[in-house]
């Protein structure tokens, strides 16, 4: 397992500010999701991580140039998918995107109230009790089958799960680091939690 990375060294990180925020705040807060979101398009954690290094070197480089269009998050993770895009290059396994298939079985068909349904938009049949322990080893537990199962999931889904869920980029912020209208986010993370639970309810049955 590849040994996590700190900021850049200079001897002034502590010091130098990114939209205000300091550095090593930032390489606190989003150091483990970039290499999460970089993981998802190379082929080994250690390049994921190359690329995450890579990623901060530019941000120390260029911060001066950040405006505030955006959010540092999604400013970052942008740099991020740049940086993994090119070691995939590199290793010359260019994979394509998924794409979304009109006729792709709903993950969650049957499982949640219809349109028309009083109680439409919530659980016809809820998640398992389970996963509402709250005791520190059931908690354990549940973060690895958590990254099991989104082990298991398409890039794309893998993605947007680990910036809405875990890194809590907004909807908009999202779709345009995935460059996918908003209708395809929304499509997208609707099926990707939906196979997210799928594969949970299969390590971790009623």
């Given amino acids: 397992m590849a040994t996590p990375v700190t900021a850049p060294s200079d001897g002034t990180e502590s010091q130098h500010l990114v939209g205000g925020v300091p550095l090593a705040s930032l390489v606190r807060d989003y150091h483990r999701p970039m290499v999460n979101f970089a993981r998802t398009m190379v082929n080994s954690a250690t390049v994921a991580e190359e690329a995450v290094q890579e990623a901060w070197v530019q941000v120390l480089q260029s911060s001066s140039s950040f405006e505030g269009r955006s959010s540092v998050g ?3 993770f942008g740099i991020v998918k740049n940086t993994a895009s090119r070691h995939r290059r590199r290793e010359s396994r260019i994979r394509d995107h998924e794409v979304l298939v009109a006729d792709d079985t709903d993950p969650l068909s049957g499982r949640m109230h219809p ?10 049949d ?5 996963f509402l322990r709250e005791d520190q080893t059931a908690a354990g537990e549940l973060v690895a089958l958590v990254r099991a199962a989104l082990d298991e999931l398409p890039q794309r889904q893998r993605q947007l799960i680990i910036l809405r869920d875990l890194a809590g980029v907004s909807a908009d912020e999202a779709a345009g680091i995935l460059r996918l209208s908003a209708e395809a986010q929304r499509s997208l993370l609707y099926r990707a939690r939906g196979n997210l639970r799928n594969e949970l309810e299969k390590r971790y049955p009623r």
Wanted: no cysteine; net charge neutral.
């Fill in 74 to 76: 999604t400013w970052l």
């Fill in 126 to 130: 809820p998640p398992s009790q389970r």
């Fill in 115 to 124: 349109a028309a349904h009083p109680d439409a938009g919530h659980w016809s």
